[in-house]
């Protein structure tokens, strides 16, 4: 049974800094571009990041490119973003997400687009 399992999120007040994991199960994950995409309430998905198979090339969107970062572990069948300088507009519910094999990882807005996703966790950021 394939699993991603996100956890990391939280309150958190502008400026501050969250770490989110995702661990994987159930696929070879080493073998597949991961991403991070968000949802926030009332809005549309939202692609964050995502990163080459062996972690050698991340991609991020324009909102979020210099604050955020994406890593993995691929011995530890895990993915990571780092949250930093965080604002009121990142609050949203966010998601790791496998993509579909004949798509690009980059700008993938709609769960169209990926084979595999978890349940999300929250991200609130308020002062």
């Known amino acids: 049974e394939v699993q991603l399992v996100e956890s990391g999120g939280g309150l958190e007040q502008p400026g501050g800094s969250l770490r989110l994991s995702c661990e994987a199960s159930g696929f070879p994950f080493s073998n597949y571009q991961m991403s991070w995409v968000r949802q926030a309430p009332g809005k549309g998905l939202e692609w964050v990041s995502c990163i080459s198979v062996r972690g050698a090339e991340p991609y991020y969107a324009a909102s979020v490119k210099g604050r955020f970062t994406i890593t993995r572990d691929n011995a530890k069948n895990t993915l990571y973003l780092q949250l930093n300088s965080l604002k009121t507009e990142d609050t949203a519910m966010y998601y790791c997400?496998?993509?579909?094999?004949?798509?690009?990882?980059?700008?993938?807005?709609?769960?169209?687009?990926?084979?595999?996703r978890g349940q999300g966790t929250q991200v609130t950021v308020s002062s």
């Open positions: 997400a496998t993509k579909k094999e004949s798509y690009s990882c980059i700008g993938l807005n709609s769960w169209n687009h990926y084979m595999y």
